[in-house]
């Protein structure tokens, strides 16, 4: 089972749609919990940080449920900006701290 | 605040040659710097973790003979591929760290080895 999954999609919705994506993670002891957008052929850039109360950041809503080790986001009123690839990545502080990535879930907003 | 940097952006080199890739921090002192690789259509894959004046930490499957990395100072860390084959062809970015909690990304170098 891989450390962090995510559906690769293609997730294509017309503007304005809402859209959510889910991501699981298997180790129990993971400290905290991030949404990465990536754009092709650039590094990830940070889109937010994921706390256990639910966090809202304008059109953004990101969700974790400790308990099923699962992560959400959110996405209102797609708009054609939004296209990129979402990763969900996983802060685990087990000795020497690291970041596992999933795999993204790729998004296309269309006109 | 939070910017690294990576160079070069690309690279373009002859099969068993050496590349070096710097990475750095421009404002911030990274106590730790992060070396990952990502191949078309996959996610990012951590390579080694690497702290100041130590020894980095290599993740399994990633030989540390090919892949040396040295991280002299707070604001720069360097990866250089040894022998390079066109299977080492990758997109590899750098981040850097001043906490345990946050990493910020280099804008990444893209290696194409002929």
Not at chain 1, 79 to 101: Q, R
Not at chain 2, 54 to 83: C, M, P, R, W
């Amino acid at each position: 089972r891989k450390e962090v999954e995510q559906d690769p999609g293609p997730f294509n919705v017309p503007e304005g749609a809402t859209v959510a994506f889910n991501c699981t993670y298997s180790n129990s002891a993971s400290q905290s919990f991030f949404w990465y957008r990536q754009d092709c052929r650039k590094e990830p850039k940070l889109l937010m940080s994921v706390y256990s109360s639910g966090n809202e950041d304008g059109r953004f809503t990101a969700q974790l449920n400790r308990a099923s080790q699962y992560i959400s986001l959110l996405i209102r009123d797609s708009k054609l900006s939004d296209s990129a690839t979402y990763l969900c990545v996983v802060n685990e502080i087990s000795g020497t701290y690291k970041y596992i990535f999933g795999t993204g879930t790729r998004l296309k907003v269309l006109a | 605040g939070a910017v690294v940097s990576q160079h070069p952006s690309r690279v373009i080199c002859k099969s068993g040659t050496s590349v070096k890739i710097e990475c750095r921090s421009l404002d911030f002192q990274a106590t730790t710097m992060f070396w990952y690789r990502q191949f078309p259509k996959q996610s990012l894959m951590l390579m080694a973790t690497s702290n100041e004046g130590s020894k980095a930490t290599y993740e399994q499957g990633v030989e540390k003979d090919k892949f040396l990395i040295n991280h002299a100072s707070l604001t720069l860390s360097t990866l250089t591929v040894t022998s390079a084959h066109p299977e080492d062809s990758s997109f590899y970015i750098c981040s850097a760290s001043s906490s345990r909690e946050t990493q910020y990304f280099g804008p990444g170098t893209r290696l194409l080895v002929l």
